[in-house]
């Protein structure tokens, strides 16, 4: 079973960075599509950035676009996501999911999902 792991999390300023990164614990994400979601208190799960096992293709949600940055890193079998000029409203604990290849139009698309990362963006 695919068990992916989120680290990079925590507290940061407002206008900070920070950097997730996805991994799988005895596996390669190469034929993987991963995205990345978050859920904040008392809201529903977003889809926040994705990219293609090739890394040809990314998409972004509308709120992040120009902010956060995902890439991969195939030799090393991780997945980045790059945030900057962090605001409150980022704030959530942030997942990642994969699925076969593509970059899936839902949260419903990934069947495998990490146990999150909080990110607190606070003064």
């Known amino acids: 079973q695919l068990q992916l792991v989120e680290s990079g999390g925590g507290l940061v300023q407002p206008g900070g960075s920070l950097t997730l990164s996805c991994a799988a614990a005895g596996f390669t994400l190469d034929y993987f599509g991963i995205g990345w979601f978050r859920q904040a208190p008392g809201k529903e799960r977003e889809g926040v950035a994705c990219?293609?096992?090739?890394?040809?293709?990314?998409d972004y949600a509308d709120s992040v676009k120009g902010r956060f940055t995902i890439s991969r890193d195939n030799v090393k079998h991780t997945i980045y996501l790059q945030m900057n000029n962090l605001s409150p409203e980022d704030t959530a604990i942030y997942y990642c999911?994969?699925?076969?290849?593509?970059?899936?139009?839902?949260?419903?698309?990934?069947?495998?999902w990490g146990q999150g990362t909080q990110v607190t963006v606070s003064s």
């Open positions: 990219i293609s096992s090739s890394g040809d293709s990314t």
């Open positions: 999911a994969a699925r076969f290849r593509l970059c899936g139009a839902t949260e419903y698309d990934y069947p495998y």
